[in-house]
């Protein structure tokens, strides 16, 4: 497509489900980045993937978050037993970037997540 | 956590006049960047200047950078109701092996009609 696609746009859950949201990156893009957006806040740093390999998940927030991009396109992030603190907006970029190349990246924009 | 912080945190002023922005880090860099985010929406990437480089220019925007003091500034000029947002600084890490991006706090400019 033309952008990073992000969905659901929305989600709410009650505390303790989990929940999976979908990142389509840019077509041929190879990194692809999550970040995670408090309210009033700038994003902050999830993990890191060059085409399927995870490559730094040190910003995953606990054990309960988990990320795949299991054919180096798509990817999904996961939370199991949300909690109310994983309120936020989950924010996916990509780029055609494989190492250091000062280019900028590409975001979607976002899925708002909700936990009651 | 964040990278460091920006300054003013919310500016507002009238259409046509010139907005700046500032914004400082912690760390040494291979770039630093500029993003818009309107209210509910994602980052839209508006400049990125390297670490050798001191000031670059695109349309109405001007970015400077100093190394030295680790701050960078970002400056709108003839400002339009459209440029109404929130400006984030992202810095990418001299020397880390992947390009994440650490965002300052952000300001947030309101441009009164």
């Known amino acids: 497509g033309a952008g990073v696609s992000q969905s659901p746009r929305y989600k709410v859950a009650k505390r303790g489900q989990d929940v999976a949201l979908r990142c389509d990156p840019i077509s041929g893009h190879v990194s692809l980045f999550w970040y995670q957006q408090a309210l009033g806040q700038g994003p902050e740093f999830l993990t890191y993937?060059?085409?399927?390999?995870?490559?730094?998940k040190s910003g995953l927030p606990s054990d309960r978050f988990f990320a795949e991009r299991p054919e180096g396109s798509v990817s999904t992030l996961k939370i199991q037993r949300t909690q109310q603190e994983d309120s936020a907006v989950y924010l996916c970029?990509?780029?055609?970037?494989?190492?250091?190349?000062?280019?900028?990246?590409?975001f979607g924009d976002g899925t708002r997540l909700s936990i009651l | 956590s964040q990278q460091g912080e920006e300054d003013p945190q919310a500016l507002s002023i009238q259409e046509g006049e010139n907005a700046t922005m500032n914004c400082s880090y912690k760390?040494?860099?291979?770039?630093l960047q500029w993003y818009r985010q309107n209210s509910g929406r994602g980052l839209v990437h508006l400049i990125l200047i390297r670490s050798n480089e001191r000031e670059k220019h695109s349309g109405r925007l001007r970015v400077t950078l100093d190394t030295s003091k680790k701050s960078s500034s970002l400056l709108i000029t003839a400002s339009r109701a459209a440029d109404t947002a929130s400006y984030f600084c992202?810095?990418?890490?001299?020397?880390?092996?992947?390009?994440?991006?650490?965002f300052g706090t952000g300001t947030r400019l309101t441009i009164i009609p």
């Open positions: 970029a990509s780029s055609p970037a494989r190492v250091t190349s000062n280019q900028p990246q590409h």
């Open positions: 992202a810095t990418v890490r001299a020397n880390f092996g992947n390009e994440k991006l650490t």
């Open positions: 760390t040494s860099i291979n770039n």
């Open positions: 993937f060059q085409n399927e390999a995870q490559l730094d």
